[in-house]
């Protein structure tokens, strides 16, 4: 497999978890989703910094797995799948939604939409290049796991 898309494949997830880790702070941050997304937070609701703290904490684990899948992206690419269809789809259909009721500025959720959507594109394409023989091998691998 050409090194290139393999190096593609680890720029892929490094920049996810760069990106995931961000969104964590700014979950995490009523102020600066304020800034950011230009919605009003009520801090002092209980409810909102709930969701909100719900929301973080996934975003962290979601993170942390695509920085583990950076470390053997050819191993690890069947990350890549997960993260196209679930996650970035689910985040597409909810700024959507949002956008179609008005709730946000479409100022500042349509480049969050191009950026998702151009990911779940590349990814794809890097699905071609390099996923199939990956979560191929992946599945025909059996699972052990390494002894201490």
Same mark, same amino acid.
Do not use: Q
């Given at each position: 497999m050409p090194s290139r898309w393999v190096k593609w494949l680890k720029?892929?997830?490094v920049f996810g978890a760069v990106i995931d880790g961000l969104a964590t702070i &700014?979950?995490?941050r009523p102020t600066l989703t304020r800034v950011l997304l230009?919605? *009003?937070v009520d801090a002092g609701r209980a409810d909102v910094l709930f969701l909100m703290g719900y929301a973080a904490a996934?975003?962290?684990?979601?993170?942390v797995l695509l920085a583990w899948a950076a470390c053997e992206p050819v191993g690890r690419a069947f990350v890549g799948p997960m993260t196209a269809v679930p996650v970035l789809a689910g985040l597409v259909a909810? *700024?959507?939604v949002a956008l179609w009721r008005g709730g946000v500025d479409p100022r500042r959720v349509l480049p969050l939409l191009v950026i998702q959507i151009g990911w779940c594109v590349l990814w794809f394409l890097l699905y071609r290049a &390099?996923?199939?023989p990956a979560v191929a091998s992946v599945r025909a691998a059996p699972a052990v796991l390494p002894l201490p």
């Open positions: 720029i892929y997830f &700014v979950l995490l230009g919605l *009003e996934l975003m962290a684990g979601w993170t909810t *700024e959507a &390099v996923g199939r």
